[in-house]
């Protein structure tokens, strides 16, 4: 099994697990919304183009988008009404991800 298939695979099994709005997550500040982020592996595959990887799929976004997380923890924060677990990633649904230093 490749690492991609793999990590697909994973990805398949995951929960949602919508980011707490809370002092300890004021750091993510304008980018999420009271309920538009969620926990998620994010890999970011070329910071300077913008290409990250988002639950199962690889998108282009604007590098503005791509922020450092001081939690430890993966998110992508999309645009209200849209539901991360039935709807596909992209730039256009994708408000900022919040990557983890290692991951």
């Known amino acids: 099994m ?3 298939s793999g990590t697909i695979a994973f990805l398949a099994t995951l929960t949602v697990a919508w ?11 304008p980018c999420c919304g009271e309920r538009d982020c969620v926990q998620v592996i994010i890999a970011v595959l070329d910071h300077t183009a913008g290409v990250v990887f ?3 799929r690889q998108i282009s976004i604007h590098p503005a988008k791509i922020r450092r997380s001081e939690d430890g923890r993966t998110y ?3 645009y209200e009404g849209v ?3 039935s709807d596909v990633p992209s730039d256009d ?3 900022c991800v919040f990557y983890s230093e290692g991951v």
Do not use: F, N, Q, Y
Request: charge should be positive; charged fraction near 20%; aromatic fraction near 12%.
């Open 93 to 95: 649904k994708t408000r």
């Open 54 to 56: 988002v639950r199962d």
């Open 19 to 29: 980011a707490a709005h809370t002092p300890e997550t004021a750091w993510m500040g």
């Open 2 to 4: 490749s690492l991609l």
């Open 83 to 85: 539901l991360p677990w």
């Open 76 to 78: 992508w924060c999309i």
